[in-house]
């Protein structure tokens, strides 16, 4: 099993900056890549970010230029830097281990709130 512990989380004012993290434990061995992706109330879960073992990265149009994924390998964590932010930005964040043994045994945090508004 992997555990993923998510942080960061708040309220910020439009064009503030967070910074989530997510911490992994446990067999990290079994991920290849990890992302975050983001929930607002009413819509699907989508992607935002994610960066493989290797540090490829990719993101969604919405963040490009405004969002930054990394990785701390030392310490099994990844961060998601979150600037210039907009109210469409707010949404539950998720953090997800992608595993070598495919979608059904990838792994989830619980998530975190974060509230862009004036």
């Known amino acids: ?4 512990v998510e942080s960061g989380g ?9 910074r989530l993290s997510c911490a992994a434990s446990g067999r990290i061995f079994r991920i290849y890549a990890m992302g975050w992706y983001r929930q607002a109330p009413g819509k699907q879960r989508e992607l ?4 493989t073992n290797g540090g490829s990265t990719n993101y969604t149009d919405s963040v490009k230029g405004r969002f930054t994924i990394s ?8 961060y998601l830097q979150m600037n210039s932010l907009k109210s469409e930005d707010t949404a539950v964040y998720y953090c997800k281990a992608y595993s070598w043994g495919g979608p059904d045994n990838d792994y989830w945090g619980q998530g975190t709130q974060v509230t862009v508004s004036s």
């Open 1 to 4: 099993q992997v555990q993923l």
């Open 10 to 18: 708040g309220l910020v004012q439009p064009g503030g900056s967070l």
């Open 48 to 51: 935002v970010a994610v960066i």
């Open 71 to 78: 990785r701390d390998n030392a310490k099994n964590t990844v």
